[in-house]
């Protein structure tokens, strides 16, 4: 996956509605540095139709396809 790819998540569950099968533009990894010298890898998305990017835990890549053209 690339920056600019357009995107689709599969279901996760139902704490995810915001995200369920929506269509998205890749926008790459989007690491969180803590303070503690930890990192958190992050990614992030614009949902289409949404206002803002939104950044999403690392481990929800596993629910993201590429969608070919």
């Not at 269509?23 to 139709?49: E, K, S, W």
Request: contains cysteine; negative net charge; hydrophobic residues 35%.
């Amino acid at each position: 996956m690339q920056v600019g790819d357009l995107v689709k998540f599969d279901y996760v569950n139902g704490h995810t509605r915001h995200t369920n099968n929506k269509l998205a533009l890749y926008l790459g990894d989007c690491p969180l540095h803590r303070p503690d010298g930890v990192v958190i890898n992050n990614f992030m998305v614009h949902i289409i139709g949404e206002d803002v990017p939104t950044v999403c835990d690392g481990s929800m890549k596993r629910w993201l396809r590429e969608v070919q053209e």
